[in-house]
């Protein structure tokens, strides 16, 4: 059973940073790409960041570029994403998800529950 699980949001104020973390089990971490989408409260799913299966290649949305890091361990099964400098309007719900293939040309097939992150002062 493929699982997702997100951890390390909370309550930051704006200008500083966070550490997500995505657990990952029940299926072949190394052959996947993923990818960190959010959602604001009261709107739709945003992508905000993807990575290759190996690591080779990583995308941002244009709103967090210079400010967000994806990087993962394919030893530990492990997915991150590092926001600094945070903006009140990076507070979303952040879920990690599994694409179906090695790269982000592959729809997105599994998801995890989400990890809150608020960014007030």
């Known amino acids: 059973e493929v699982q997702l699980v997100e951890s390390g949001g909370g309550l930051v104020q704006p200008g500083g940073s966070l550490r997500l973390s995505c657990a990952a089990s029940?299926?072949?971490?190394?052959?996947?790409?993923m990818s960190w989408v959010r959602q604001a409260p009261g709107k739709g799913l945003e992508w905000v960041s993807a990575i290759y299966n190996d690591g080779g290649r990583t995308r941002y949305t244009d709103s967090v570029k210079g400010r967000f890091t994806i990087s993962r361990d394919n030893a530990q099964n492990t997915l991150a994403l590092q926001m600094n400098s945070l903006k009140p309007e990076d507070t979303a719900l952040y879920y990690c998800?599994?694409?179906?293939?090695?790269?982000?040309?592959?729809?997105?097939?599994?998801w995890g529950k989400g990890t809150l992150v608020t960014v007030s002062s």
């Open positions: 998800a599994k694409y179906d293939g090695t790269t982000w040309k592959y729809g997105m097939d599994y």
């Open positions: 029940g299926f072949t971490f190394s052959s996947y790409a």
